[in-house]
């Protein structure tokens, strides 16, 4: 599928999902649409991902199959100033995929013209109408399920559970991919937004993806979202834990971050401490153990003191441990570690 | 306000918030209506809640000013036999209270009998729509907040509360009740339907109640959902324990539970461990201890019998509990020591 990916004034650095479709995603990305960079490209800005030309408005965009909104701003809202290149793209009668809050298929003008044209909107984040409580019985299904959990928010959980995705394929093992949160769905056109579920559901909308999948892969790699320790989205993070039925963890961490970010009075505690948390509060559902770590070293400019940092981080949790975007490379010894660990 | 209570066929073992509203709401119960027992009392049934009429339907009841759905059938559902109770208590204009998945606001003629008789629908179990994520600022309420926490659903957290609250009143304490259940949000005529709410948001809709009433009174009672390590509902007790940064908590159980209800296969873990995964799961965002524990010894018939299971819980959770509805006397010692400790 062809697409064009909107990320107004944001792209690359505040552009996380647009950038999580240009690296992970099967589809063909034509066009991303920035007007603060239009006619220079992806690969000007970034480089290990697949390179496309930066234009002004959709209107510039060569022929595409979907539009895909590819930045979440703050709130979740949209921004006026997109509306002619939605409804151009609606015209042209290109398919609409949104991550927004605000339900691209509510508002009227999108509904009509899509209706018009024959074109799909998908509004990711809005959860099925079907979801119901866990019934406990995601430990049944075939595949191992193995988690990623984290310190914190944003510490590259997606990223790392990707980069062990695609480690783990090309070392032949048969692996499906449960995606949690709206870049995840997007990649790979499926999935449910955990985040946007109704607390109650919460580790039965995860239950029911492992059911969905578990029978057809040898593993499941679930992507994890929050930190248990949050001040606000540990409910997700817990929910989560339990539904999966998780039998490995991988914990995720950027290194040097000493506070929960957005709350810098919540330190962050020691890491053998999220060991002994996430354990525990697995235990009584089902028994499970952090068997590797993964440590976003982006903040660190030196690989040796990147090296350095993965190596105290997997001392501290007593598991294997790599940077597998940094480190991922397939002769690394880091990732075969955490790769056997995992498997 | 004089109400009358809808429990069709359930009254009263099966008409949880009924018996609960007879219980602790200020309401004055004017009749109970379930067209299995027309022509008896609630005395007949329960002997310590207040006292009313049990007619066959809403045309027998005397004048009240609202009606409530005191029942919550297994999936929340409405049933069409309550219908014309419905529309009659509409049509003499009173309010309408349902704590029902099902909106009765939603419902067409429901909504116009409402419109037409000036009479208002509260649908309790609907959310807020201005929610949002915790900030982790409950701690700055000038209140000493108290959580009652479960070893599974369904073992008298709701009750403990509001023994708790009542007993603790009668000592002469200022405390506040912070529902966050329909049963809780019906008797304190105020509260968000925690188990409702969007995910990401269930700390973030606790801790608007703590601020909205935490600089009124000197303590805060929480009641608490679901249990830790419940395989459906733990995001919910996760995102209560962080979002409202409770300074003690209160452990109940239920005399005899040796699995997690409706999920036989998960066995409830040693009552230690539950106070070391509360604490341990609290303290990165806010340190708290298990300060009590409260037993419901409803399955045994001996009070000397009971009496012992009080003490061996309290020797397991090295504190001081009680059964608050068995032994809540305001001259029982048992209650003393766990008002001592919480307060």
Request: with cysteine; net charge negative; hydrophobic share 45%.
């Amino acid at each position: 599928m062809r697409v064009a990916v909107l990320a107004h004034e944001k792209f690359p650095d505040r552009a996380k999902t647009a950038v999580g479709l240009l690296r992970y995603a099967d589809y063909e990305v034509e066009a991303v649409l920035d007007r603060d960079n239009a006619g220079k490209r992806v690969s000007d800005f970034v480089d290990d991902v697949q390179d496309a030309p930066i234009v002004a408005e959709m209107a510039d965009a060569p022929e595409v199959d979907a539009l895909i909104v590819g930045i979440a701003p703050i709130g979740g809202g949209f921004d006026e100033s997109w509306r002619s290149d939605v409804t151009t793209a609606l015209e042209r009668g290109c398919d609409l995929i949104s991550g927004l809050h605000y339900f691209l298929e509510d508002d009227e003008e999108f509904a009509r013209l899509a209706d018009e044209n024959d074109a799909d909107i998908w509004d990711v984040r809005r959860p099925p109408e079907d979801l119901s409580v866990a019934q406990g019985v995601a430990d049944e299904v075939e595949a191992e399920v193995v988690l990623t959990v984290g310190t914190d928010c944003s510490v590259g959980k997606m990223t790392a559970t990707m980069e062990l995705l695609e480690a783990a394929r090309e070392r032949g093992a048969d692996v499906g991919f449960v995606p949690t949160g709206q870049t995840g769905i997007m990649i790979e056109n499926w999935g449910t937004p955990i985040d946007r579920v109704v607390s109650d559901f919460t580790a039965g909308a995860v239950e029911e993806m492992i059911l969905e999948r578990g029978d057809d892969h040898d593993y499941l790699f679930v992507e994890g979202q929050g930190s248990i320790v949050h001040p606000a989205y540990s409910a997700v993070t817990c929910g989560i834990l339990h539904g999966s039925m998780a039998d490995r963890l991988v914990l995720c961490h950027e290194a040097g971050r000493e506070a929960i970010h957005g709350y810098e009075d919540t330190a962050v505690p020691p890491l053998a401490d999220y060991v002994d948390l996430y354990e525990d509060l697995a235990r009584p559902v089902h028994e499970t153990e952090v068997v590797a770590g993964a440590l976003n070293t982006w903040e660190i400019a030196d690989d040796a003191a990147a090296r350095d940092a993965v190596e105290t981080f997997a001392d501290e949790l007593d598991a294997p441990a790599t940077d597998p975007v940094r480190f991922g490379d397939a002769d690394d010894d880091g990732i075969d570690a955490v790769l056997e660990a995992i498997l």
